[in-house]
């Protein structure tokens, strides 16, 4: 089982900027994908990032020019660069991995306990 855990949530103000991390209990070689789910009160929790371990990265199109998932395998630690942060942003913020490469059917085989973003003037 790997565990994994967040860190880097916080409160900002609308504009500003925020960088989550998400490190593993072990290499990001064992996995095929990772990424950034989001869920805030009342809506649908929304994959808003991910990247796979070729380096391939999506974004939803709520972040997509705004947010940046980057990894560093040898910190075994994946990344959220979030720009431009709006009220909208505001939300739970989950990391989960992929060991299989089949997260988009079965969903992801691993997951943080989250983090919480608020953004808020």
């Known amino acids: 089982q790997v565990q994994l855990v967040e860190s880097g949530g916080g409160l900002v103000q609308p504009g500003e900027s925020l960088s989550l991390s998400c490190t593993a209990s072990?290499?990001?070689?064992?996995?095929?994908?990772m990424g950034w789910y989001r869920q805030s009160p009342g809506k649908q929790r929304e994959l808003v990032a991910v990247?796979?371990?070729?380096?391939?990265?999506n974004y939803s199109d709520s972040v997509k020019g705004r947010f940046i998932v980057s990894k560093d395998n040898a910190k075994n630690t994946w990344y959220l660069q979030m720009n431009s942060l709006g009220a909208e942003d505001t939300a739970v913020y989950c990391c989960?991995?992929?060991?299989?490469?089949?997260?988009?059917?079965?969903?992801?085989?691993?997951w943080g306990k989250g983090t919480l973003v608020a953004v808020s003037s």
């Open positions: 989960a991995g992929d060991r299989w490469g089949d997260y988009a059917d079965r969903g992801m085989d691993f």
């Open positions: 990247i796979t371990d070729g380096g391939s990265t």
């Open positions: 072990e290499s990001l070689l064992a996995l095929f994908a």
